[in-house]
């Protein structure tokens, strides 16, 4: 494989075929929103999900995105359109399996895999552009922007759910750690991942099926595949972006929140 790679040169910026998998499944129960599924909840006058999709034309990734849908999923996909492709997540068993639902759709189309969150409005081109010049610049196997901030007070409160960024003594990330996973002392690390990932799409599809759901939720975390690579060798790039580009809604009120931030940028 590697050899065939080098050959390929699958990280050449000019040629790479990068895709976009946008992760909405989720009903949103937190939100309170009825039968409108979590990824429409308006957000200054469109669905969350929207401000996503406007974003990434201004991104160099395929510009036919696939997005993971399951609750409700016919009114996800009667509200955006035919633009997009659409794979269903049929049980909730995680990020990780989210994302396997795409493997069939995917896996003859692209080079490397960009993860993204329908319910994360504020992600700006800024970031995804980031995320993908920083893969394939260092040619990483996978690619993951951290946060960090000083506090969890004011508009960074929600952020106190993110998983926490672990870096061994020489200051390389080694794996993250889910906010329910965690220690007591892991709690108090303010480094976060808001699990924006770039993946190497062959590593990918040859990773998740070997992910355990051995934690607190019984899932399949997306974020579990750093520890993998970590151990494996593989080459990990990570870059420090803007928390607020991070930012989501999970209730009522974390959405007025996102109403004034957009509002103000």
């Keep these: 494989m590697t050899e065939k790679m080098d050959a390929i040169d699958v990280y050449d910026a000019q040629t790479a075929r990068v895709g976009v998998i946008i992760l909405g499944a989720g009903a949103g129960k937190r939100m309170k929103s009825g039968d409108v599924p979590k990824i429409l909840v308006p957000l200054r006058g469109k669905p969350m999900i929207s401000h996503i999709l406007d974003t990434l034309r201004f991104v160099a990734v395929d510009q036919h995105p696939i997005i993971v849908v399951g609750f409700k999923a016919d009114t996800v996909k009667e509200a955006l359109g035919d633009g997009y492709t659409y794979v269903h997540q049929f049980e909730s068993l995680g990020t990780g399996h989210a994302v396997m639902q795409a493997y069939e759709a995917a896996r003859n189309l692209y080079d490397h895999i960009v993860v993204l969150y329908g319910d994360q409005p504020c992600i700006t081109a800024g970031v995804v552009n980031e995320l993908v010049a920083t893969h394939l ?9 951290t946060i960090a901030v000083p506090d969890f007070d004011g508009w960074r409160a929600g952020l106190y759910n993110f998983s926490r960024v672990i870096r061994d003594a020489r200051g390389a990330i080694i794996r993250t750690v889910e906010r329910k996973d ?20 062959d590593w990918l599809w040859d990773q998740l099926p070997k992910l ?3 934690n607190a939720q ?21 870059f420090v972006g803007d928390a607020s580009a991070a930012l989501g809604a999970n209730t009522q009120e974390e959405l007025k929140l996102l109403e004034q931030i957009v509002a103000e940028n």
Aim: aromatic content about 12%.
């Design 182 to 201: 965690a220690t007591d002392a892991e709690l108090e690390i303010k480094e976060l991942n808001p699990a924006y990932f770039c993946f190497r799409a």
């Design 137 to 145: 610049r260092e040619r990483a196997t996978m690619t993951l922007m």
């Design 212 to 214: 355990e759901n051995k």
């Design 218 to 238: 019984d899932e399949y975390y997306l974020t579990d595949l750093l520890e993998v690579a970590t151990k494996s060798g593989e080459y990990v790039a990570s």
